[in-house]
């Protein structure tokens, strides 16, 4: 069921929906985010001092992670050793190891 109501967004009146909130002028739904009155999906870009950026944060199920730097390995999160690296192995010890899929086998 839906239901409706009237929100203030910048001083002008909108009609608000279940989940959704203002951005600027504008009612978003809640799988967008906002960055100084402009809307976004944040599973794309992220926002950074009031403008929108190219995210380099990925999710690891839950947490956010940046792609660049780290591997997401069986609901942990770790450090990249060198930059191609893109995958990661747990070992018989249980230690997760980042490797380069492309090139290298385990």
């Known amino acids: 069921m839906i239901i409706k109501h009237e ?7 909108k009609m608000k929906y279940n989940n959704s909130q203002c ?3 504008e009612v978003i739904n809640n799988n967008m985010s906002c960055c100084n009155g ?7 870009h992220g926002c950074k001092d009031g403008k ?6 990925s999710k690891c199920y839950s947490s956010p992670y940046n792609s660049k730097t780290q591997v997401c390995c069986k609901y942990s999160i770790i450090n990249k050793t060198e930059d191609n690296q893109d995958s ?3 070992g018989s010890s249980r230690t997760k190891i980042p490797y380069d899929s492309k ?3 385990l």
């Open 7 to 13: 929100i203030c967004c910048d001083g002008e009146k």
């Open 23 to 25: 951005c600027g002028k």
């Open 38 to 44: 402009s809307k976004y999906n944040p599973v794309l």
């Open 52 to 57: 929108i950026t190219n995210s380099s944060f």
């Open 103 to 105: 090139t290298q086998v």
């Open 88 to 90: 990661c192995c747990q």
